[in-house]
Each structure stands twice: as structure tokens, then as C-alpha cells.
């Protein structure tokens, strides 16, 4: 008996090296150490063992069961632990692969000239501030000393909603709603889009932007308009940047001034990029008219203050050379990814 355990026990291990999967381990673990299997077949016959002999044998069909016993047990864990591996080998990345760069978008012409007027001002000291596109005729025009049926309106013809809500024509009105919330010092910027009712071509789009700037304070002259104006449209243009201020009339600001810039291409000499003029008309300004601060309870007799609207395009036209508006709103990428 002793031999025919050896036996089994040499079987058992021989095949258990040769199984290749989990279901023949058990196949296997089964046909020796089970009910039927060989071992228990060995000692059913025990009985026919004399006393001396029994525990010998019974030692050794533990030992063997239980050598076979483990040898099944690293063989699954041999088999498991090499199944993870070609599980792990099947699944690897190659983190050395280029990746895949997100495309990274940049700003749009509009945005980033506008980002950088902010930052003239804000180092100015002024505030950011905003208004409603959707205005009311009071503060888009109204309170701008643009009574209903003066002449000036004619040019800013809007979309309505009803007769007192319309979409604004422009930011002047800003300066009505900050003056009514702040006391002077006040020094704000306001950017944003305005609406007319206009034909799109080159030059126009019934949606544009503005940029509105108003400054009231004690003994503020023409020379701080003068100053301020000089000094973002040196840092958007360069420092050889030359202005002409011309007489010009704004209902709200007294006396008004349009500001022109010598066309960067002839330098005042006249070409076609400027209409052969020599300057190209920037924006409007003026000192704020007596009868707007009035209305908004500052007294006029104490403060003054200047104000200036910019039309956001036409800066970042004349900065980037871009010769047609609509290419601005197209969002065409071959054109925006130029800047
Ligand atoms: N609101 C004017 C326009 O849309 C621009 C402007 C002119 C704004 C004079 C002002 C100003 O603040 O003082 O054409």
C-alpha cells in the first residue's frame, strides 16, 4: 500500500504539471483526493491491514493527501497568476505614446483688443462696469439730452420692443445709470454690444460694440480727456501715434470733440486705406454736458467730468489691418486662428 500511495502521489503530481487550465486542476483533484477518488479508494481497504500497520498507512495517506492537496493549490495560483499576466500584457498602455494635444482655441480679435483697453484703464484706476443691451428710451437717449424727435436720433435708429424698450443704439447710457449710483470720484469703463438698424457691408452690422468711458470729478478739464485718450491709443497703436481732435456735436457732452487717428499706412498724406483724408475717425468725446449731470443730481457748478464712446471694431480693424467687418462675426476659423 505504501508503494501504490507513493504511486498515486507521483501520478497526481505528473499530471497536475501538465494541466493548462482550472477545470482540468479540478478534474485532476477530483480523481484523487474525492469520494471516488483513489485515495479514498486505498483506504477502504485499511481494514484488511493488520493493527501495527494501519496508523502507519493512515499517516501516510494523510501526508499524501495533503501534499497533493498543495500541489493543486500552487498549480491554480500558477495558473491565476498567469492568466493576470497575460490579461495585464493584453491590456498594457504605452505611456510613452505621443498623446493627443487638445486643440487649443485663442482669443477672438475683438476680445483681446477689448482685454487690453480694460487693462490701460484698469491701471488708470477706473472700474469695469456693465449695462442692459435691452435699454429703455429714458436712459438711451432721454437722459442724454436726446429729447424724442431730435435730430440726432435719426442716425441711431434701433429695434423695438415696445415704444419706451428698445435694443441700445449705444453705451452712453451707462454713464446715466452710474452717475445715479455713484458719487464722484467716478472713473468707469463700459464695454458692450449695441444694436442699429443697419444694412451689413464692410463698415456696418446692426450688432457692434462700444466701449463707453466717463470721468467726473472736481476741476476735471478737455486736458484729461486730452491725456487719457493719448495715452491707450499710444499703447494700442504705438507710441508715434498721432490724434486730431475735431470740433463736432454730441447732445450730451459740451463742448464734443471727435477724435481721429493719422492713418497708420500714409501718415497723414492721404491714401485709399483712408479715404485719401490722412486720419481715420476713431471715436467721440466730450466734456459731459451741464443739463446730463443736472439730471443726475451732480452739481455742475462743482464737478465736471469727460466722456468718450470707442467703437470696439473699428480699433481692432485699424490694429490688425482687417479690412472688411464681417469677417469679425463669420467665425471662420482660417481667418480667427491668424491672430
Ligand atoms: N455715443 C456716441 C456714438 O455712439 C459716441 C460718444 C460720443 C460717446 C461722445 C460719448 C461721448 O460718451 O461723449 O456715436
Known sequence: MTEQLKEIELKAKEELSHAADLKSLDDIRVRFLGKK?????????????????????????????????????????????KAAAV?????????????????????????????????????????IV???????????????????????RDTQDTFYINENV???????????????????????????????SDAVDATHSPLFHQIEGLVIDKGITMADLKGTLEMLLKRLYGEDTQLRFRPHHFPYTEPSAEVDLMCFNCHGKGCSMCKQEGYVELLGSGMVHPKVLEGCGIDPEVYSGFAFGIGLERITM???NINDMRLLYENDMRFLEQF
Open 318 to 320: 485699424g490694429r490688425y
Open 130 to 152: 456693465e449695462g442692459p443691451e435691452v435699454e429703455t428710451d429714458h436712459y438711451c437717449f432721454e437722459a442724454l439730452n436726446m429729447p424724442k424727435h431730435h435730430p440726432a
Open 166 to 196: 428698445l435694443l441700445r443704439t449705444q453705451t452712453s447710457g451707462v454713464q446715466i445709470r452710474t452717475m445715479e449710483k455713484m458719487k464722484p470720484p467716478i472713473r468707469i469703463i463700459s464695454p458692450g454690444r449695441v444694436y442699429r
Open 87 to 127: 490579461k495585464l500584457e493584453a491590456e498594457r498602455l504605452d505611456v510613452t505614446l505621443p498623446g493627443k494635444a487638445p486643440k487649443l482655441g485663442n482669443a477672438h480679435p475683438l476680445n483681446a483688443t477689448l482685454a487690453e483697453v480694460e487693462e490701460v484703464f484698469l491701471g488708470m484706476g477706473f472700474d
Open 37 to 81: 477518488g483513489e485515495i479514498t479508494a486505498i483506504l477502504k481497504q485499511m481494514g484488511k491491514l493488520s493493527p501495527e500497520e494501519r496508523p502507519v498507512i493512515g499517516q501516510l495517506a494523510n501526508k499524501v493527501r495533503a501534499d497533493i492537496e498543495q500541489a493543486v493549490t500552487s498549480a491554480q495560483n500558477a495558473i491565476k497568476s
